[in-house]
């Protein structure tokens, strides 16, 4: 089973930047976060993947929360080509990934 | 072009018949992976692989059957033991522990 919970869906204004917000309480020390997005009939897309420190790189942002059971993703300027699926995803014991249902982000012009 | 390919895009599977499923990748990973995806729903883990001539079971192993001949290619067969194929599948790889990175996807259609 999933271990982490995302809202169902969520819509952003284009140009305005998108909080993506996931809760992970039963993360272990060393269970990392990761992110990605799939476009619809689409493999998923990796946007990026965190410990415990916040991180940035070209497609997002990454807030983790200090006691690290929740995470917020986001897109600092959403275009129509970022609608698509967000998915949250921790990894297992094993490093495994567990998928939920994701977020379906829609924006909108 | 690096990346890791999926063939064919579209399958069609007559019943009692096994289809095979071709992932390929040239990032030089050692660790590939076999997920199934249903309308709506996030993806699961079918079998894994970490090693060349090695691999193990996912969470829904059952009706499928994979090898590992060969670091780049990983292919995933449904048997005919599989009841219920239609699905999309998708094959990642990725260093071990390290980040998946996930083709395009192959969708099983049963006739």
Redo the contacts between chains.
């Keep these: 089973d999933?271990k982490t919970t995302q809202p169902t869906s969520m819509d952003c204004a284009e140009g305005r930047a998108a909080n993506l917000p996931c809760n992970h309480s039963t993360i272990s020390g060393n269970e990392y976060v990761?992110w990605?997005r799939q476009i619809h009939?689409?493999?998923?897309?990796?946007i990026i993947?965190g410990l415990k420190n916040n991180e940035t790189n070209e497609m997002a942002s990454l807030i983790i929360t200090e006691d690290r059971k929740s995470s917020t993703l986001i897109l600092p300027h959403a275009t129509l080509r970022d609608t698509a699926v967000y998915?949250c995803v921790q990894t297992d014991s094993w490093?495994?990934?567990q998928?939920?249902?994701?977020t379906q982000v829609v924006v909108t012009p | 072009d690096g990346g890791?390919t999926?063939s064919p895009k579209y399958l069609f599977r007559k019943e009692g018949q096994n289809v095979t499923l071709s992932c390929e990748q040239n990032l030089n990973h050692d660790a590939m992976y076999w997920?199934r995806q249903d309308p709506?729903?996030?993806?699961?883990?079918i079998y894994?692989s970490q090693i060349v001539n090695d691999f193990q079971k996912?969470d829904i192993a059952e009706g499928y059957s994979v090898s590992r001949e060969k670091k780049e290619s990983f292919p995933l067969t449904v048997t005919s033991a599989q009841k219920n194929p239609t699905a999309?599948y998708?094959c990642?790889s990725g260093g071990?522990?390290e980040?998946?990175?996930?083709?395009?996807?192959t969708?099983l259609l049963v006739l």
């Design positions: 999933a990761y990605y009939s689409q493999g998923p897309q990796y993947h998915y490093g495994k990934l998928f939920g249902a994701g | 890791i999926q997920y709506g729903q996030g993806l699961r883990l894994y996912g999309f998708l990642a071990s522990g980040t998946q990175y996930f083709g395009p996807g969708r």
